[in-house]
């Protein structure tokens, strides 16, 4: 079982930076892949990043390629997404999420995760 807090959220201008937090607990969150995905009002989630066990193998949307990072922590138990030059249309609630398949390859697909945490809020204005 892992549990997953995400933080780091808020309301930004255009161009700006935020980095979101997701603490895990569990005995297993440094031996599962984890991801980030993302849902604005009235649509269906969306893959943002995801991140293999050790960290040595990354994905991403193609809308955030090249402005957005993800990395881990396994020591602090944590995994993180660096959102750079963000836009209006990065406006969403942000969740991280973990795999159960330990030591397993990232997905890009949300059924694949069996862990979600509660979600951030990331408001990008013009």
């Known amino acids: 079982q892992v549990q997953l807090v995400e933080s780091g959220g808020g309301l930004v201008q255009a161009g700006a930076s935020l980095r979101l937090s997701c603490a895990g607990s569990?005995?297993?969150?440094?031996?599962?892949?984890l991801g980030w995905f993302r849902q604005a009002p009235g649509k269906d989630g969306d893959f943002v990043a995801a991140i293999n066990t050790i960290g040595t193998s990354t994905g991403y949307a193609d809308s955030v390629k090249g402005r957005f990072t993800i990395s881990r922590d396994n020591a602090k138990n944590t995994v993180y997404l660096q959102m750079n030059s963000l836009k209006p249309e990065d406006t969403a609630v942000y969740y991280c999420?973990?795999?159960?398949?330990?030591?397993?390859?990232?997905?890009?697909?949300?059924?694949?995760?069996?862990?979600w945490g509660q979600g951030t809020q990331v408001t990008v204005s013009s």
């Open positions: 999420a973990a795999r159960s398949l330990m030591y397993g390859s990232w997905s890009r697909y949300g059924s694949d995760y069996a862990f």
């Open positions: 569990g005995r297993t969150f440094s031996k599962v892949p």
